[in-house]
């Protein structure tokens, strides 16, 4: 800390209080220029200045240095938090089950399960709001574990270089928004058109509805990464609702209360 000179013409009491005003002025200068921005605990996805009045900004390379290999720490990034996973060597070492994830940030595949290349480059905007939404919840895994450890921000495409959050959390944050509008529709399509009971063998997979007087059909869902689920119609609600829900007929099923799918067959 530099060296403060008081007048000394003032009387100690007077002097006492100025140097302790002088002191936190310039703790808070200190702790405001070294402070970055994150996201905040509580999860949202809102800048927040950490207790410590500091966070680290790592770069891919100084992550991807902590790896796990030849006893190496481990880390992980999700989101562009990044956390140290290193107690967790069993499942993030080198050919463990999780190693894919350790030393980068594979945000995307921990929603598709794609752990390649390919899995890797997917733009998180790429995914469903759905699956936005997964992979949100995995952060808060992480951001809620007492053995895996905050770390900071990694530079790049969630955080810039001085720590502040990209546009891209803006477009994550809309998504996240629309994931529970989807939730809420689907919820209350549910009640009025049921899912299917299913029951998959080896050569067949058999769907029927627990009301006798509906028919399965392939619908629309709001919250399916393949954008179908089976829902139970009347067969006058099923014509009605033909385009609104997208519904598609099972082969051989277009009256039957119960329909069975050979697995070679479309």
Known sequence: MPRIYL????????????????????????LSSSSKVGIAPDGSLEPFVDTSGK????????????????GRAIWLSILGRVYD?????????SDKGYSFFSGRDG?????????????????????TPMQ????????????????????????GIYYDSDG?????????????????????????LKREYPTCALRSRSEYTEYWCEHSQKVPR????????????CGCFTISDAKLKEEEFE???YDNCITANKCIIYKNSK
């Open 218 to 229: 392939k619908m629309k869902s709001y919250i399916m990464d393949n954008g179908q689920r």
């Open 85 to 93: 996973v290193t107690k967790g060597r069993d499942f993030y070492g």
């Open 164 to 188: 502040n959050p990209t546009d891209v959390f803006a477009e994550i944050e809309e998504m996240l928004s629309l994931a529970d509008e989807h939730q809420e529709i689907e919820k209350q």
């Open 55 to 70: 966070v680290s900004l790592l770069t891919s390379e100084e992550l991807a240095s902590k790896n796990g290999k030849d």
């Open 132 to 155: 936005v939404k997964e992979v949100y919840s995995w952060r808060q895994f992480y951001e809620d574990s007492e053995k895996y450890k905050f770390v900071g921000l990694l530079i």
């Open 247 to 249: 519904l598609e007929i």
């Open 7 to 30: 007048s000394q013409g003032c009387s100690l009491k007077a002097c006492e209080h100025v140097f302790s005003i002088l002191v936190a002025l310039f703790c808070f200068l200190v």
């Open 107 to 127: 945000s995307a595949s921990f929603s598709t399960g794609k752990f390649d290349e390919m899995g890797l480059s997917q733009s998180i905007l790429d995914l």
